[in-house]
Protein backbone atom coordinates (compact mmCIF):
# COMPACT_ATOMS: atom_id res chain seq x y z
CA UNK A 1 0.00 0.00 0.00
CA UNK A 2 1.37 3.36 -1.02
CA UNK A 3 2.32 5.39 2.01
CA UNK A 4 3.34 9.08 2.70
CA UNK A 5 5.74 10.01 5.88
CA UNK A 6 6.94 13.03 7.40
CA UNK A 7 9.30 12.87 10.10
CA UNK A 8 8.98 15.46 11.91
CA UNK A 9 5.36 16.58 13.55
CA UNK A 10 6.67 20.08 15.25
CA UNK A 11 9.67 22.31 14.23
CA UNK A 12 9.96 25.35 15.70
CA UNK A 13 12.69 27.95 14.18
CA UNK A 14 13.52 32.07 14.59
CA UNK A 15 13.15 34.01 11.88
CA UNK A 16 15.96 33.86 8.88
CA UNK A 17 16.84 30.27 9.67
CA UNK A 18 16.76 27.72 7.16
CA UNK A 19 14.01 24.87 6.64
CA UNK A 20 14.08 21.68 5.78
CA UNK A 21 11.06 19.55 5.83
CA UNK A 22 11.40 15.42 5.22
CA UNK A 23 8.65 13.67 3.32
CA UNK A 24 9.29 9.99 1.59
CA UNK A 25 7.46 7.69 -0.05
CA UNK A 26 6.76 4.34 -0.25
CA UNK A 27 5.57 2.38 -3.46
CA UNK A 28 6.45 1.86 -6.71
CA UNK A 29 5.53 3.54 -10.34
CA UNK A 30 5.09 6.96 -11.82
CA UNK A 31 5.69 9.62 -8.88
CA UNK A 32 3.33 12.99 -9.12
CA UNK A 33 4.30 14.40 -5.23
CA UNK A 34 2.91 18.00 -3.66
CA UNK A 35 3.37 19.66 -0.74
CA UNK A 36 0.44 22.13 0.89
CA UNK A 37 0.11 24.07 3.47
CA UNK A 38 -2.57 25.03 5.84
CA UNK A 39 -1.68 28.97 7.57
CA UNK A 40 -3.81 29.37 10.68
CA UNK A 41 -7.48 29.76 10.26
CA UNK A 42 -7.35 29.38 6.36
CA UNK A 43 -7.82 27.02 3.57
CA UNK A 44 -5.57 24.20 3.12
CA UNK A 45 -3.68 25.32 -0.64
CA UNK A 46 -0.96 23.99 -3.12
CA UNK A 47 2.71 25.18 -2.55
CA UNK A 48 4.31 22.80 -5.06
CA UNK A 49 3.94 20.32 -7.24
CA UNK A 50 6.45 17.38 -9.20
CA UNK A 51 5.53 15.68 -12.34
CA UNK A 52 8.41 14.94 -14.06
CA UNK A 53 11.74 16.87 -15.53
CA UNK A 54 13.47 18.78 -13.50
CA UNK A 55 13.96 17.37 -9.80
CA UNK A 56 14.17 20.79 -8.37
CA UNK A 57 10.75 22.20 -8.11
CA UNK A 58 10.14 25.63 -7.63
CA UNK A 59 6.91 26.99 -5.47
CA UNK A 60 5.29 29.93 -4.23
CA UNK A 61 6.65 32.27 -1.21
CA UNK A 62 10.52 31.17 -2.03
CA UNK A 63 9.71 27.47 -0.80
CA UNK A 64 11.57 24.83 -3.16
CA UNK A 65 11.05 20.55 -3.28
CA UNK A 66 13.78 18.52 -4.04
CA UNK A 67 12.75 15.14 -5.74
CA UNK A 68 15.37 12.07 -4.92
CA UNK A 69 14.35 8.89 -6.68
CA UNK A 70 17.18 7.16 -4.92
CA UNK A 71 15.98 8.30 -1.95
CA UNK A 72 12.04 8.34 -2.19
CA UNK A 73 11.69 11.34 -0.56
CA UNK A 74 10.85 14.99 -1.82
CA UNK A 75 12.31 17.51 0.82
CA UNK A 76 10.57 20.77 1.65
CA UNK A 77 13.12 23.73 2.10
CA UNK A 78 13.04 27.26 2.32
CA UNK A 79 16.62 29.29 2.83
CA UNK A 80 15.41 31.75 5.00
CA UNK A 81 11.81 31.56 7.16
CA UNK A 82 9.60 34.15 8.15
CA UNK A 83 7.33 34.82 11.02
CA UNK A 84 4.51 34.19 8.14
CA UNK A 85 5.60 30.79 7.54
CA UNK A 86 3.96 29.65 10.31
CA UNK A 87 1.91 27.14 9.51
CA UNK A 88 0.70 23.14 9.10
CA UNK A 89 2.76 21.57 6.43
CA UNK A 90 1.72 18.81 4.16
CA UNK A 91 3.36 15.73 2.18
CA UNK A 92 1.08 14.04 -0.57
CA UNK A 93 1.52 11.83 -3.40
CA UNK A 94 -1.05 10.98 -6.19
CA UNK A 95 -1.89 7.08 -5.90
CA UNK A 96 -1.15 5.61 -9.56
CA UNK A 97 -4.91 5.64 -10.43
CA UNK A 98 -7.48 8.14 -10.68
CA UNK A 99 -6.88 11.74 -8.74
CA UNK A 100 -6.43 10.19 -4.77
CA UNK A 101 -3.67 11.56 -2.81
CA UNK A 102 -2.31 9.93 -0.23
CA UNK A 103 -1.12 12.28 2.91
CA UNK A 104 1.43 12.22 5.30
CA UNK A 105 0.98 13.01 8.60
CA UNK A 106 1.48 16.56 8.65
CA UNK A 107 4.45 18.84 10.19
CA UNK A 108 3.52 22.16 12.57
CA UNK A 109 6.09 24.82 11.74
CA UNK A 110 6.11 27.68 14.12
CA UNK A 111 8.76 30.54 13.57
CA UNK A 112 9.67 32.75 16.41
CA UNK A 113 9.90 36.62 15.29
CA UNK B 1 -16.86 35.03 -5.75
CA UNK B 2 -16.01 31.75 -5.88
CA UNK B 3 -15.08 28.95 -4.05
CA UNK B 4 -16.12 26.31 -1.54
CA UNK B 5 -18.01 26.45 1.36
CA UNK B 6 -18.61 24.68 4.13
CA UNK B 7 -20.80 24.80 6.52
CA UNK B 8 -21.20 25.44 9.91
CA UNK B 9 -17.37 26.09 10.90
CA UNK B 10 -17.95 24.01 14.31
CA UNK B 11 -20.33 21.68 15.32
CA UNK B 12 -21.32 19.64 18.44
CA UNK B 13 -23.14 16.38 18.25
CA UNK B 14 -24.63 14.23 21.24
CA UNK B 15 -22.96 10.58 20.99
CA UNK B 16 -25.50 8.14 19.16
CA UNK B 17 -26.78 11.41 17.11
CA UNK B 18 -26.34 10.93 13.47
CA UNK B 19 -24.94 14.13 11.52
CA UNK B 20 -24.64 16.19 8.08
CA UNK B 21 -21.92 18.11 7.17
CA UNK B 22 -22.88 20.45 4.41
CA UNK B 23 -20.19 21.20 1.21
CA UNK B 24 -21.06 23.31 -1.66
CA UNK B 25 -18.61 24.48 -4.75
CA UNK B 26 -19.30 27.18 -7.73
CA UNK B 27 -16.31 26.76 -9.69
CA UNK B 28 -18.38 24.22 -11.52
CA UNK B 29 -16.32 21.52 -10.54
CA UNK B 30 -16.95 17.64 -11.57
CA UNK B 31 -14.87 15.58 -8.90
CA UNK B 32 -15.48 16.49 -5.31
CA UNK B 33 -13.77 15.03 -1.96
CA UNK B 34 -14.20 14.25 1.75
CA UNK B 35 -11.59 14.04 3.72
CA UNK B 36 -10.84 13.51 7.58
CA UNK B 37 -7.90 15.43 9.38
CA UNK B 38 -6.44 14.20 12.37
CA UNK B 39 -3.49 15.31 14.58
CA UNK B 40 -0.52 13.45 13.71
CA UNK B 41 -2.28 11.93 10.71
CA UNK B 42 -2.67 14.20 7.95
CA UNK B 43 -6.14 13.71 5.45
CA UNK B 44 -7.09 10.67 5.19
CA UNK B 45 -10.03 10.12 2.37
CA UNK B 46 -13.47 8.96 3.60
CA UNK B 47 -15.46 8.98 -0.01
CA UNK B 48 -15.40 11.04 -3.42
CA UNK B 49 -17.52 11.82 -5.96
CA UNK B 50 -15.99 11.71 -10.19
CA UNK B 51 -19.53 13.12 -11.21
CA UNK B 52 -22.91 13.67 -10.34
CA UNK B 53 -25.56 10.63 -8.89
CA UNK B 54 -21.69 8.67 -8.22
CA UNK B 55 -19.59 8.40 -5.22
CA UNK B 56 -16.93 5.67 -3.98
CA UNK B 57 -15.33 4.73 -0.87
CA UNK B 58 -12.16 6.16 0.09
CA UNK B 59 -9.99 4.97 2.91
CA UNK B 60 -11.86 5.25 5.90
CA UNK B 61 -15.91 5.17 4.65
CA UNK B 62 -17.36 2.97 7.51
CA UNK B 63 -19.54 5.18 9.25
CA UNK B 64 -20.04 7.70 7.03
CA UNK B 65 -22.60 8.13 3.86
CA UNK B 66 -22.69 10.91 1.23
CA UNK B 67 -24.86 12.04 -1.90
CA UNK B 68 -24.06 13.46 -4.67
CA UNK B 69 -27.33 14.56 -6.20
CA UNK B 70 -26.21 18.15 -7.46
CA UNK B 71 -22.93 19.00 -8.87
CA UNK B 72 -22.56 22.04 -6.55
CA UNK B 73 -23.16 20.09 -3.30
CA UNK B 74 -21.66 16.79 -1.99
CA UNK B 75 -23.16 16.87 2.09
CA UNK B 76 -21.46 14.25 4.38
CA UNK B 77 -23.45 11.92 6.85
CA UNK B 78 -21.10 11.36 10.15
CA UNK B 79 -23.21 8.37 11.37
CA UNK B 80 -23.64 6.95 14.51
CA UNK B 81 -21.98 3.85 13.67
CA UNK B 82 -18.29 5.98 13.15
CA UNK B 83 -16.54 5.03 16.38
CA UNK B 84 -14.57 7.64 16.78
CA UNK B 85 -16.22 11.01 15.00
CA UNK B 86 -14.72 13.99 16.54
CA UNK B 87 -12.47 15.41 14.02
CA UNK B 88 -11.77 18.29 11.55
CA UNK B 89 -13.28 17.33 8.09
CA UNK B 90 -12.11 18.78 4.60
CA UNK B 91 -13.92 19.32 1.74
CA UNK B 92 -12.43 19.63 -1.79
CA UNK B 93 -13.31 19.85 -5.37
CA UNK B 94 -11.18 19.13 -8.69
CA UNK B 95 -11.90 20.34 -12.43
CA UNK B 96 -12.75 16.93 -13.82
CA UNK B 97 -12.62 13.16 -13.22
CA UNK B 98 -9.10 11.88 -13.28
CA UNK B 99 -7.33 11.92 -16.92
CA UNK B 100 -4.54 8.94 -16.84
CA UNK B 101 -0.94 10.52 -15.86
CA UNK B 102 -2.77 14.01 -15.46
CA UNK B 103 -3.56 15.37 -11.99
CA UNK B 104 -6.63 17.70 -11.31
CA UNK B 105 -5.56 19.99 -8.38
CA UNK B 106 -7.87 19.45 -5.39
CA UNK B 107 -9.00 22.95 -4.23
CA UNK B 108 -9.92 22.87 -0.58
CA UNK B 109 -12.66 24.37 1.68
CA UNK B 110 -12.20 26.18 4.89
CA UNK B 111 -12.91 22.54 6.93
CA UNK B 112 -16.36 22.08 9.44
CA UNK B 113 -14.64 20.83 12.99
CA UNK B 114 -17.16 18.20 14.49
CA UNK B 115 -17.02 17.51 18.76
CA UNK B 116 -19.06 14.65 19.33
CA UNK B 117 -19.98 14.34 23.36
Known amino acids: AQSVSQHNHHVILSEAASLELGCNYS??????LFWYVQYPGQHLQLLLKYFSGDPLVKGIKGFEAEFIKSKFSFNLRKPSVQWSDTAEYFC???????????FGGGTRLMVKP | DGGITQSPKYLFRKEGQNVTLSCEQNLNHDAMYWYRQDPGQGLRLIYYSQIVNDFQKGDIAEGYSVSREKKESFPLTVTSAQKNPTAFYLCASSIGPPVSGRYNEQFFGPGTRLTVL
Open chain 1, 92 to 102: AAKRNAGNMLT
Open chain 1, 27 to 32: YGGTVN
